[in-house]
């Protein structure tokens, strides 16, 4: 599972927050209205279509003395992760563990401190190892009264049968490439060009695209990707990972402003024990966040690499470049001179060979092997290719 392309600082204002999913908003506004809210829940659905942020605008709701997401200090509390009530699980390395189980149970059994329920969200639900899921059984068997658990997971199958058939699971569509550049002209204003080559870089990964139009630099990232392979550039990989860090750390000091203000509301409302509890777990989530855009900036980067290789593997199968509309699928379009020379020159087999050490590195980066040794090896491997 790839933790990127998930919008985190939502704003907790309406359910427009998420697009293209109507059949499943309206769900859970139905849900909301008719005050029969699951114990638990299951969003499933491809990477990137607005799991993640429809759980946050779901558990703002539940929490929200409105009963619907509209920006008051509780919402904003969950969209900075902060609420008291809601108690947020994500893998730690790998892996969600028996602690982060039995953590979340002790959270649940307490008695909500302002809202009127327990909330918990828990993300890329399938990477609870076998322990964990067998704890977590339990508490799904005799789930707190009262309280919500959401899972969410790309799929129902990746989960125990048995955790699954607990939940009411709720599943997303996969947004094309059409409706994501509709929304980018949109809720952007970008020129119809530009939102053509960003859905169609992003692979039509509505929250990887959506992440790029309110970040260039991480576009950037893949953009780089895409530089490295058609240009041969010895440039270090490792020198990128480095500005992948300078970026972030300025994407979380422009984050500090807003959160601030919350935390200083935040100071005066409630007792410092819970106040020191709560930036405890803000600061942690910050944290998080800026260690998930750092993975992100590196698998965009590996991702822009892989799309220039995989249109080098289509166009020498193809022979010939076919500019008409549902020709080839070729996603560097703007690359037609360096695809050419490379995929009717030397043809695919190295770029056969590259494509499988960068998909091992993926995999390696997603199992938490360490970042650098990864990308060193990957260099190694590219340089072996090409010599
Ligand atoms: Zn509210």
Redesign the pocket.
């Known amino acids: 599972m790839i933790p990127g392309e998930r919008v985190s600082l939502v704003s907790p204002t309406g359910w427009d927050a998420v697009f293209g999913q109507e059949r499943a908003i309206s769900f859970l506004r139905g849900v909301l209205e008719r005050g029969e809210v699951p114990h638990a829940m299951l969003f499933t659905g491809p990477r990137g279509v607005g799991k993640h942020t429809t759980a946050l605008l779901f558990s703002?709701a539940l929490l929200?003395?409105?009963g619907a997401?509209?920006?008051?200090p509780?919402?904003f509390k969950v969209a900075r992760g902060m609420h008291p009530d809601l108690h947020l699980v994500e893998p730690e390395g790998a892996q969600i563990h028996i602690d982060q189980v039995r953590e979340l149970e002790r959270e649940l059994s307490v008695k909500p401190l302002e809202a009127s329920r327990k909330v918990a969200v828990i993300d890329e639900a399938e990477s609870m190892n076998e322990t964990a899921a067998n704890a977590f059984l339990k508490t799904l068997e005799e789930p707190p009264p009262g309280s919500c658990i959401i899972l969410v997971a790309a799929g129902a199958e990746g989960l125990l049968p048995t955790i699954a058939s607990r939940c009411h699971e709720l599943r997303f569509s996969p947004l094309g490439k059409r409706e994501v550049e509709g929304y980018l002209r949109r809720e952007f204003a970008m020129p119809p060009q530009e939102a053509e080559r960003l859905a169609r870089l992003s692979g039509g990964i509505f929250g990887r695209a959506l992440l790029w139009a309110r970040m260039p630099e991480l576009a950037g990232f893949w953009s780089r990707g895409v530089e490295v392979a058609a240009t041969e550039s010895k440039s270090s990989l490792l020198a990128l990972l480095e500005r992948a860090g300078g970026i972030l750390r300025d994407a979380s000091g422009a984050e500090t402003p807003a959160g601030e203000e919350g935390m200083e509301a935040y100071r005066k409302a409630l007792d410092k024990r819970v106040v020191e509890k709560l930036e405890k777990r803000w600061q942690e989530a910050r944290k998080r966040e800026s260690a998930r855009l750092r993975r992100q900036a590196l698998f965009d980067f590996l991702d822009g690499m892989a799309s220039f290789y995989r249109d080098i593997m289509l166009l020498s199968v193809a022979g010939a470049w076919d500019e008409k509309p549902g020709g080839l699928p070729l996603v560097n379009l703007e690359r037609r001179e360096d695809l050419e020379r490379e995929a009717l020159g030397k043809g695919s087999r190295e770029a056969a060979r590259i494509l499988r050490a960068l998909g091992r590195a993926k995999k390696a980066l997603e199992a938490n092997v360490d970042q650098e040794l990864v990308m060193n090896w990957l260099m190694l491997e590219i340089k072996g290719a090409r010599s």
């Open positions: 703002a929200c003395p409105s997401p509209d920006g008051c509780s919402c």
